[in-house]
T-cell receptor
Framework: EDKVVQSPLSLVVHEGDTVTLNCSYEVTNFRSLLWYKQEKKAPTFLFML????IEKKSGRLSSILDKKELFSILNITATQTGDSAVYLC??????????FGPGTRLSVLP | ETGVTQTPRHLVMGMTNKKSLKCEQH?????MYWYKQSAKKPLELMFVYSLEERVENNSVPSRFSPECPNSSHLFLHLHTLQPEDSALYLC???????????????FGPGTRLTVT
């Protein structure tokens, strides 16, 4: 059965800290790995990764994929209270199927 | 505000009611999706329409019935629901290109459904 595992499930840090969120997966026909940020309702797209070893960056956020070891990490440096959210990892398969992980709930304290 | 809209944003219905959720995307995408998000559970993919052809999750009960009249509109028809169906229902769209190309999903704001 296809699955996506995220760790930790919950994390509390203080502003200015750096965090690393983990996502590992087992799927049949890997196509892409996506990271989303979900604050109140709809998830918002952060990154999509399809190739191993190529880091994607957007401001203080960065992510990298390892297709050999079947995992990805999402790094957030100099965290701010506005980074508090649930971070979702999803794996896209050929055939339009997406498998989502349970999410990591990040709380950034002032 | 994203390019994917959903109505209504909140819905309370009894177990004998029939209602429909509506999703519309303004992004020119060719694939649309229904997800269910329950408390403390991962997002669950319910249905996919790609080029108006349906792909479904076989674990979804028949009391949920999707309809996709064209590539911009997606409906989820609901009838004789159970209290455990109360959840946030999210619609998403993507541009599904040829094999090997990358794509991402854009989500609507969701419909918060409560079944009493």
């Amino acid at each position: 059965e296809d699955k996506v595992v995220q760790s930790p499930l919950s994390l509390v840090v203080h502003e200015g800290d750096t965090v690393t969120l983990n996502c590992s997966y087992e799927v049949t026909n890997f196509r892409s790995l996506l990271w989303y940020k979900q604050e109140k309702k709809a998830p918002t797209f952060l990154f999509m990764l399809t190739s191993s070893g190529i880091e994607k960056k957007s401001g203080r956020l960065s992510s990298i994929l390892d297709k050999k070891e079947l995992f990805s990490i999402l790094n957030i440096t100099a965290t701010q209270t506005g980074d508090s959210a649930v971070y979702l990892c999803a794996v896209g398969e050929y055939g339009q199927n997406f498998v989502f992980g349970p999410g990591t709930r990040l709380s950034v304290l002032p | 505000e994203t390019g994917v809209t959903q109505t209504p944003r909140h819905l309370v219905m009894g177990m004998t009611n029939k209602k429909s959720l509506k999703c519309e995307q303004h992004l020119g995408h060719n694939a649309m999706y229904w997800y269910k998000q329950s408390a403390k559970k991962p997002l669950e993919l319910m249905f996919v329409y790609s080029l108006e052809e349906r792909v479904e999750n076989n674990s979804v009960p028949s009391r949920f019935s999707p309809e996709c009249p064209n590539s911009s509109h997606l409906f989820l028809h609901l009838h004789t629901l159970q209290p455990e169906d109360s959840a946030l229902y999210l619609c998403a769209s993507s541009q599904d290109r040829s094999l090997g190309d990358s794509y991402e999903q854009y989500f609507g704001p969701g419909t918060r459904l409560t079944v009493t």
